[in-house]
């Protein structure tokens, strides 16, 4: 069965240092998501992208954070400056429409800021 | 105002025996979507099963069950017949709206403890 899959699966960065963290989303979806995930915590939404562009980001989503999909298979979350409050597991999610589908999500990536 | 709620932090339930996770929510759009997603101690989020509001019908996938209560809002998932495998979170979320783009909204999860 086709997966979401998300690269690498524990990052450990400095304080003020950029990070991408790298997603494939299923091949014949149109939709992709960023969540996060604090420890302990719910998960909470950062973003969803569509055609291309942004679609909808939550206020957690700021000017620190940017999301792409460079070619076509790849789907990427930036944090340009890291902040120790970033830590958190990140969920890239894909879904084939809007509606009724569920969202797949991948295994997530361990964002560790030192 | 929480758009999910689940009031149970953590449950316990012995194998072979059934159990009842609680979801309210709340929106004011005729149209939404519920789902139920699972994640073990491994982190992965594994979806479960899903209910649109128009569904007449409460939604099945196997041991898993969904009784959807419009009017009282909710949308509590019923496991039938535990398994020790079945520990895990398990998170309420909810969709809203056609015109959205399918952000969703999370519960606080529970903690589900299936004991041998």
């Known amino acids: 069965e086709p997966e979401v899959t998300q690269t690498p699966s524990h990052q450990v960065t400095q304080m003020g240092q950029e990070v991408i963290l790298r997603c494939v989303p299923i091949?014949?979806?149109?939709?992709f998501y960023w969540y996060r995930q604090i420890l302990g915590q719910k998960v909470e939404f950062l973003v969803s992208?569509?055609?291309?562009?942004?679609?909808?980001k939550s206020e957690i989503f700021d000017d620190q954070f940017s999301v792409e999909r460079p070619d076509g298979s790849n789907f990427t979350l930036k944090i340009r400056s890291t902040k120790l409050e970033d830590s958190a597991m990140y969920f890239c999610?894909?879904?084939?429409?809007?509606?009724?589908?569920?969202?797949?999500f991948g295994d997530g990536t361990r964002l560790s800021i030192l | 105002a929480q758009k999910i709620t689940q009031t149970q932090p953590g449950m316990f339930v012995q194998e072979k025996e059934a159990v009842t996770l609680d979801c309210t929510y709340d929106?004011?759009?005729?149209?939404?979507?519920l789902f139920w997603y699972k994640q073990p101690s491994s982190g992965e989020m594994i979806f479960l099963i899903y209910?649109?509001?128009?569904?007449?019908q409460n939604a099945t996938e196997g041991r898993y069950s969904l009784n959807f209560q419009k009017a009282r809002k909710s949308a509590n998932l019923v496991i039938s017949a535990s398994q020790l495998g079945d520990s895990a979170m398990y998170f309420c979320?909810?969709?809203?709206?056609?015109?959205?783009?399918?952000?969703?909204?999370f519960g606080s999860g529970t903690k589900l403890n299936v004991k041998p």
């Open positions: 999610a894909s879904s084939i429409d809007r509606n009724n589908q569920p969202q797949h």
């Open positions: 091949s014949n979806h149109l939709y």
């Open positions: 992208f569509y055609n291309n562009e942004i679609s909808e």
């Open positions: 929106t004011s759009d005729p149209s939404y979507g």
């Open positions: 209910q649109g509001s128009y569904d007449q």
């Open positions: 979320a909810m969709r809203e709206g056609e015109s959205g783009f399918n952000k969703f909204y």
